[in-house]
């Protein structure tokens, strides 16, 4: 890989802060909207419609504006990136390879992000370039970014429909990171092994990735496996493809 690409929320950046924020506006404890959120992501569904869920009749972007105009808007340092950030991306880059930070996110997380001065080549949200993911607009301002060709750039994130599955119909090659909610929830879906060219439980590991020339990372299927730990994840299977 020339270029390796990585999402925002929940692969470079924790999100409790982010529900903690939204549960102490709305009134509530911040385990009811922590509930809520996995029940969305178990369901195949936006993690937003958590809030709904509370408030039925909330414009979530409305709500936003107003949080920012009351003083309580986004917040990000230090603390909320998780801790395999750093030595990934700046052995990543030591390594010789371009790194690109590309994900969901306002102008404002872009400015925050920035001024965290990250070991990164660039670092743009969904929100500064005028397109969200799953569009697959943006995955084609990825890889014009990316400055590689498509089979030499990696996208990283946790997010089969948002991450995975878009990144691959672009043509990229993909990474599914186990991490956040959908990034545990989902990581053995059928679908999920069967598109992501690499599974990975750390953002470390891409650097042995890269060293290695690309050979997966994932230890692959389990030879005895647990029939109560299959029925779990048959649990798991049915949502997904409504939401790829």
Do not use: C, N
């Amino acid at each position: 890989m020339e270029t390796i690409v990585l999402d925002i929320g929940e692969t470079l950046v924790r999100d409790d802060r982010h529900w903690a924020s939204w549960a102490d506006w709305l009134g509530v404890p911040p385990h009811t909207l922590g509930a809520l959120v996995g029940a969305a992501v178990a369901q195949g569904r936006v993690a937003t419609d958590a809030l709904r869920i509370l408030r039925p009749d909330m414009d979530v972007e409305e709500a936003y504006r107003a949080r920012a105009a009351a003083g309580r808007g986004e917040h990000l340092d230090e603390s909320d990136l998780y801790q395999d950030v750093r030595p990934a991306l700046g052995e990543l880059r030591a390594a010789g390879v371009r790194v690109v930070v590309a994900g969901d996110g306002t102008v404002r997380a872009g400015e925050l992000l920035r001024a965290l001065d990250l070991p990164a080549d660039l670092v743009v949200t969904s929100d500064e370039w005028g397109v969200r993911k799953p569009d697959p607009e943006f995955f084609a301002r990825v890889a014009e970014a990316s400055g590689a060709a498509p089979e030499a750039t990696l996208y990283v994130g946790d997010h089969p429909a948002d991450d995975l599955f878009p990144a691959a119909a672009a043509g990229l090659r993909t990474a599914h990171l186990r991490r956040g909610p959908y990034g545990h929830w989902w990581a053995d879906h059928p679908d999920v092994v069967e598109t992501a060219d690499f599974r990975i439980d750390a953002l470390t590991e891409l650097v042995a990735l890269v060293g290695s020339g690309g050979a997966s990372s994932d230890p692959g299927p389990d030879p005895d496996p647990d029939p109560a730990s299959e029925e779990t994840k048959g649990v798991r299977r049915g949502p997904l493809r409504s939401v790829r």
